[in-house]
């Protein structure tokens, strides 16, 4: 563990203590949020607390290092999910799976569902717009912490295209701007972390 700290505290010189704890809390509760969930545990509505970035790996050390690392990511993505309204975003998920994703007053409707004994932590969006076309079957890493905070990551291009649909956006700076970002970035997997909106009333 002293060795992960000195490599974190390495990577965030320049970085004030306080975010650098705050970043190893992070890593630390994405190692300990299980993928495994039961998808019943989704039902509700879900608000965006922040941008989410994972990076595929099998080595523990590897996502601890990537989970502290993607600070630095995340910290860039934020100005681009508030001009985009992502920040806004939420989703709704009922008894039978079928959610609702609401984007700068769009929303886009489909349902969710995990491969019968899939075991890597993820799960399918199929998306629909307006009741009819289909984005079709769009996987994403999916974990639920102990605290209930949800984390979903998409396929970089694919949550693009999404988001493109959903907030009604084809042509727009701050969009091109982010994917110029993003294409910076290999195998990276982004979407947001979520809390249950009743969970600030409990």
Known sequence: MAALLLAAAGAQAQSSASDLLGKLGQAVSSLTAKTGFDLKDLKGTWEYVSPEVTFESDNALNKLGGAVANGAVTEKLEPYY????????????????????????????????????????????????????????????????????????????????????????TKNSSLQSLTKLLESYDGIYIGARMKRTDAKKK
């Open 82 to 169: 508030k001009q985009l309204g992502l920040d806004k975003m939420t989703i709704t998920f009922d008894d039978e799976l079928n959610f609702q994703m609401t984007v700068r007053g769009r929303t886009l409707k489909g349902s969710v569902s995990r491969e019968e004994g899939a075991e890597d932590g993820y799960i399918t969006f199929d998306f629909q717009v307006f009741g009819k076309k289909k984005l079709g079957g769009l996987k994403a890493h999916a974990t639920m912490s102990a605290t209930k905070e949800l984390t979903l990551t998409f396929d970089a291009s694919k949550f693009v295209t999404i988001m493109k649909v959903a907030a009604g956006i």
